[in-house]
């Protein structure tokens, strides 16, 4: 038993799993970044083509009562 013991230990322990747990540690944390970053990215570009949109309509609206005052 005791063996058998040493054993699972030594494979669960081993410097081959800890690299293994660690790279796939490190790629769980820059895809959770992506994603949050994506997000963020999103949601700015979202702001600025409303802020856009509102800056053509406020344009546009000028310039038409400017002309109809011509």
């Known amino acids: 038993m005791g063996v058998i013991k040493k054993t ?3 494979r669960l322990f081993s410097k081959k799993a800890q690299i293994s ?3 796939s540690l490190l790629i769980g ?7 949050i970053l994506g ?3 999103l ?8 802020s856009s949109i509102k800056s053509i ?3 546009s609206n000028q310039a038409l009562n ?4 011509v």
């Open 21 to 23: 747990l660690e790279f």
């Open 43 to 50: 949601d700015v570009s979202q702001t600025i083509q409303d």
């Open 39 to 41: 997000y963020y990215i």
């Open 66 to 69: 400017d002309l109809k005052n």
């Open 29 to 35: 944390a820059v895809i959770a970044a992506a994603a």
């Open 57 to 59: 309509n406020n344009t």
């Open 8 to 10: 699972i230990s030594k």
